[in-house]
Structures are given as C-alpha cells and as structure tokens.
C-alpha cells in the first residue's frame, strides 16, 4: 500500500488557489442562474397595456322616426304629382293644357307647407326642398301668362305681341320647371339618404 505523501506549502496554496478559483467559477454560475430566472419571473408590461385609445366611439345613429319617415315618403310622392303632367309624351299646348302645368306647378309650396315642418335632421332637404317651389312658383306664373294670350286651342296670331309673349312665357315656363324638378330631386335624394343612414 502506498503511503500519503505530505502535503508541501506550496501545493497546499495550489490546492487552495484551484478550489477558491473552483468556487468563485460555481459562485458566478448560481449568480448567472438566479438573474436568469428572476428575470424569466418577471414580465415587462406589454404596450398594449398602457396604449391608450386615441378617439372615443362614435355614438349610436339614431333610428329615424315613423312621423320622419312619412315626411321623406310624403316628399318623393309630392315631386311625382308636380312633374306628372310634364312627362307626357305628346303635349298639345291648348289654353286648359297650360293652365294644367300651372296649376300643378303652382300647388308645390302650399302641399309642401301642409306636409309640416320635418325634423332638425331633415332640414335641409327640406329647405332644399322650399327653394324648388319657389322656382315651380315661377314656372307657374310664365304658364298663366301664355295661357292668358292663348286662344282656347292655344293658337295666336304670328306676328303679333301675343305670339310673342305666348313663345317666350312657354319658354320660361319649361325651362324653370325643369330647374325645379332637379332641385327637388335633390331635396328628395338627401331626405332618402337621411333616412337609409338612421334605419
């Protein structure tokens, strides 16, 4: 059996230097592990968390209301009756035919009126609406006018003042109807686009 060697000072300050070198090796490992896990422990807050919302939710349309929705009828069904007699295919401008179209031109404000005043949210159709019959107003003025120079058949003598006064108030009138009939559309197309936004 061989014996134990003694142990010089000079290995036993080898021996102590390795385990102390050993030791700090092992101290900086569990140091490096328990940073590791208390960092995997621990969760940064997500940007989602503090991201704030940048703009609040726009409120609820607001269904329109049956009394709504019957003005936005009633309007289309007024913009019909007017124009009817306009959109025959012939037209003999007798003196009844023209006081027909002033008639029908001229009754646009005091339906509209009776139709009563709509709500805030209709307003502009409305008021749109308003300025189509004051121009159907004007086309009914030029169609009493040429009926008012007419003869009973509609016919005027060429040449004379009549013939003219009768061309030109035919004239105005159509031409302003027409105006009117685009504008009212108009007025009827934002009513319809009120009501389809608010169902």
């Known amino acids: ?11 036993g300050r080898a021996i102590r230097t390795a385990a102390t070198r050993r030791g700090s090796s092992i101290t900086a490992v569990v140091v490096l592990a328990l940073l590791a896990s208390g960092c995997a422990g621990h969760k940064a807050p997500s940007a989602a968390a503090n991201r704030h919302p940048t703009s609040s939710p726009s409120p609820t349309a607001t269904p329109i ?6 003005w936005v009828t009633g309007i289309a069904h007024l913009q019909k009756k007017i124009d009817k007699p ?3 295919q012939a037209m003999t401008m007798t003196r009844a035919k023209m006081t027909q179209l002033e008639r029908a031109a001229g009754g646009c ?16 159709a409305y008021a749109t609406a308003k300025k189509a019959c004051r121009t159907y107003e004007k086309a009914a003025r030029c169609f009493a006018r040429a009926a008012s120079v007419s003869g009973i058949d509609g016919g005027t003598f060429a040449g004379t003042p009549q013939e003219r ?6 004239a105005c009138g159509f031409a302003a109807q027409g105006n009117a009939s685009n504008r009212f559309s108009d007025a009827t197309a934002a009513a319809q686009y ?3 936004q608010n169902p």
């Open 65 to 70: 209301t049956a009394a709504e929705r019957e």
């Open 165 to 170: 006064i009768q061309r030109r108030s035919l």
């Open 86 to 88: 306009f959109t025959a």
């Open 1 to 11: 059996m061989q014996s134990a060697r003694p142990v010089t000072r000079a290995a």
């Open 109 to 124: 404000s005091p339906k509209l009126r009776r139709m009563g005043v709509p709500s805030s949210r209709l307003q502009s």
């Open 194 to 196: 009120i009501e389809a």
